[in-house]
């Protein structure tokens, strides 16, 4: 007999689903771990389980069984399981690539913050990847492969205009 191991199911449904629906779920699955997200029209969600199986389709089996059980009628739409020192291992990894600001540039490229700011003008320059209130923020990989082949002239930068 296969000895059963700890999964990570994550469900995705179309239904109709607000946020008490969304805590009644979570509550009738609690002994799961159950987390449960709603879609921002409330037209559907994601729910997150912790399930004990000896194979990742008998994880999802279980995880679709208990929410036909408790939301009858929702619609799957995406499905995955992962086992659960892989999903731990997934969560500790960050969501967004590296990346920096105008002074981060500014040491990495060896110029004044003032210069740093120019940059963006440079038509080679990689475009921001997040806009904040702050200012834009920019792929630390993607600024350092331009540092290392951008064309370095002599002399005092163009005016700006």
């Known amino acids: 007999m296969t000895r059963a191991r700890e999964w990570q199911v994550s469900l995705d449904f179309k239904a109709r689903l607000d946020e008490d629906a969304a805590f009644d779920l979570m509550e009738a699955l609690g002994r799961y771990g159950a987390s449960v997200a709603v879609d921002p029209g409330h037209t559907g969600g994601g729910l997150t389980l912790a399930v004990d199986a000896p194979d990742g389709e008998t994880a999802l089996d279980k995880a679709l ?48 913050r003032q210069r740093a700011y120019a940059f963006p003008r440079i038509e080679s320059f990689p475009k921001p990847v997040i806009e904040t209130s702050q200012g834009p923020l920019y792929s630390e990989d993607a600024v350092r492969a331009w540092a290392q082949t951008r064309e370095l002239r002599p002399g005092r930068p163009k005016a700006m205009e």
Request: proline fraction near 8%; glycine fraction near 8%; aromatic fraction near 6%.
């Open 65 to 112: 069984t208990l929410l036909e059980k408790n939301m009858p009628g929702a619609t799957v739409t995406g499905l995955e399981a992962r086992e659960w020192a892989d999903a731990v291992a997934r969560n500790r990894e960050p969501l967004y690539p590296p990346v920096v600001g105008y002074a981060e540039i500014a040491r990495m490229t060896g110029v004044t």
